[in-house]
């Protein structure tokens, strides 16, 4: 069976640190991979994605960025830190086009940015 | 770009009737709905593809109208382990890697 692991569950850093959470998943090969955001009471806010290895499409101008250097590990960084980047990040992975296959998430990183 | 789900919150009493829905001004392909308990990972709950189909899972069933771009969650003689926030995921044609959700439906059941 597929598992997804995400680390560190929870993270405090101070404004203008930098950033790395990692994700990771077992049990598939050449997942699509997902980075969102979860503001405080908010919705989903989709990061960035990933078909392939090397393969990164942006979907929010900011000071993230992502990477993906193994086919089943993606990366989510920061080099400087703003007090707006505080929140619940979110990893997740389907097989291939969302249109037919479901999201399956970690269990996410509560990031406070003080 | 984001769908909108409306109501925003509803509160229930076990056994009651709830249906939350998802409207895009998009052209869709594809609906997915998601749970949420507090302070945990969403959980797939089931995806809807173009066509008008419905689909049911227990007692939680969906449908999907293309043509209206809207999607509609039915939540029938609800337990109090339906509570959390429902989340729609939007999918639309050639954006294959992107699914855009709405803000969220909280759902309050009470004994």
């Known amino acids: 069976s597929q598992t997804i692991h995400q680390w560190p569950a929870t993270l405090v850093q101070p404004v203008g640190s930098p950033l790395s959470l990692e994700c990771t998943v077992e049990?598939?090969?050449?997942?699509?991979l997902y980075w969102y955001r979860q503001a405080a009471g908010r919705g989903l806010q989709l990061l960035f994605y990933?078909?392939?290895?090397?393969?990164i499409s942006s979907e929010v101008p900011q000071n993230l960025s992502a990477s993906r250097p193994q086919d089943r590990q993606f990366i989510l960084s920061s080099k400087k830190l703003l007090l707006s980047d505080s929140g619940f990040y979110l990893c997740?992975?389907?097989?291939?086009?969302?249109?037919?296959?479901?999201?399956?998430f970690g269990n996410g990183t509560r990031l406070t940015v003080t | 770009q984001q769908p909108v789900q409306s109501p925003q919150a509803v509160i229930l009493r076990e056994g009651e009737d709830a249906v939350i829905n998802c409207s895009s001004s998009?052209?869709?392909?594809?609906v997915h709905w998601y749970r949420q308990k507090h302070g945990e990972a969403p959980v797939f709950l089931m995806i809807l593809l173009k066509g008008g189909e419905q689909k049911g899972h227990d007692k939680i069933s969906a449908s999907f109208n293309e043509k209206k771009q809207q999607s509609s969650l039915y939540l029938t003689a609800s337990q109090l382990s339906y509570s959390g926030t429902y989340f729609c995921g939007t999918g639309r044609t050639g954006n294959t890697g992107k699914l855009i959700f709405g803000q969220g439906t909280t759902l309050q059941v009470k004994p």
């Open positions: 997740a992975w389907s097989r291939g086009d969302t249109n037919n296959s479901p999201l399956h």
């Open positions: 990933s078909v392939g290895i090397g393969q």
């Open positions: 998009k052209a869709l392909y594809s």
């Open positions: 049990g598939t090969s050449n997942p699509n």
